[in-house]
């Protein structure tokens, strides 16, 4: 199972986890739509049905309440599910299980019963898939007591995450993948490195100008976005990867605004009672007047999704619109009169996912 490469794809990391928690737990399975489809979840399952069997690896039916009450059994039972949705919109149907059931077990039985259990979501956007398969609902689960809700943004965080929640973590956890991350390749992280909370927040770049959180997918374009204000205006931005939606590290937060005195935050919801929501209320409640300008969101337009690619350019939120926050933030006014990064060359710093499967 080892890999010598100096790097590795966010792919890789979510093929290599799921190998090392059948090997870890013999009692595991990985479970899903498409596990053993001829793609294996976007290359990410490739090679385990042959390796552990069709009694580990399973291929499921389209029925998320009913295939979630199984995983749900199957952990209270001493075996660990992974279960894996390639649609994150469809686990609104197994809301009843993974809210009412998993998530409170533990609390309800004083301890007595666990429901160690990974759930792993696909989310984003890719060919015009609309208002029921594009949706990023981290908010409606990040709300409730008992779940964490885990973004991970780089391949790194995948192995580091997956494998303290698969192996030490006693409670579900719910992880949400961009479809954008997949093909993205990372340099691994030096294992001289100290440890850190695996679910934990971290701050990606320091800077002393504007602060930017970020979620998921939009850490990378929050990256591409302060090398663009660097280099055209000299403006350091500071990037904390929020990674955990469900246990925001607010004082984190709190310590880089009290430095940067701006805050952008940049998710791939909606922003209204969402993530960016809490982020801002983090602040609001410690010291609003650390803020020289007001706390900027970037998320989805506030409608359904659209269909049309045309209209998905304006739904969408990328480093064009981090770029346009910071110099709102950082020139304390919405309208700037700076150049803002051309179509052309957003279309050329991304990565085009392919799909569907």
């Not at 075996?79 to 993974?98: C, E, G, K, T």
């Amino acid at each position: 199972m080892s890999n010598s490469s100096p790097t590795l794809s966010y792919k890789e990391a979510l093929s290599q986890s799921m190998r090392e928690a059948l090997y870890a737990r013999p009692h595991s399975i990985l479970m899903g739509q498409g596990v053993t489809d001829p793609t294996r979840i976007f290359g990410t399952t490739h090679g385990l049905v042959e390796e552990f069997g069709p009694a580990r690896v399973l291929d499921l039916p389209i029925a998320e309440e009913g295939t979630t009450g199984f995983a749900i059994g199957a952990a209270l039972n001493g075996v660990y599910p992974i279960s894996v949705h390639i649609r994150m919109d469809f686990l609104v149907l197994a809301m009843n299980q993974i809210v009412n059931l998993a998530a409170k077990y533990r609390y309800m039985y004083g301890g007595r019963f666990e429901v160690p259990l990974l759930i792993r979501a696909v989310v984003g956007r890719s060919w015009g898939q609309g208002p029921q398969h594009s949706q990023s609902l981290q908010s409606l689960f990040a709300h409730i007591p008992g779940l964490v809700v885990l973004m991970p943004s780089n391949a790194n965080d995948v192995l580091n995450s997956y494998r303290y929640a698969i192996q030490e973590y006693r409670s579900p956890v719910l992880s949400i993948e961009h479809r954008f991350l997949y093909d993205l390749v990372f340099k691994k992280e030096d294992p001289s490195t100290p440890n850190r909370n695996p679910f934990s927040a971290r701050t990606v770049q320091e800077g002393k100008d504007v602060t930017i959180v970020a979620t998921s997918y939009m850490v990378q374009e929050a990256q591409k976005a302060a090398v663009w204000v660097l280099e055209e205006k000299g403006i350091q931005c500071e990037i904390i990867d929020l990674h955990c939606v469900s246990q925001v590290d607010h004082e984190l937060i709190f310590k880089s605004v009290q430095k940067t005195r701006k805050l952008i935050i940049a998710d791939t919801s909606w922003s209204p009672y969402g993530v960016c929501a809490e982020v801002s209320r983090g602040i609001l409640e410690r010291n609003p007047s650390v803020l020289k300008y007001p706390a900027l969101s970037l998320g989805l337009q506030h409608t359904p999704t659209p269909t049309s690619h045309a209209l998905e350019k304006h739904y969408y939120p990328d480093m064009g619109n981090i770029v346009d926050a910071v110099y709102q933030a950082t020139q304390n006014q919405k309208v700037h009169g700076f150049d803002l990064p051309s179509e052309d060359f957003k279309k050329n710093q991304r990565i085009k996912f392919k799909g569907p499967f």
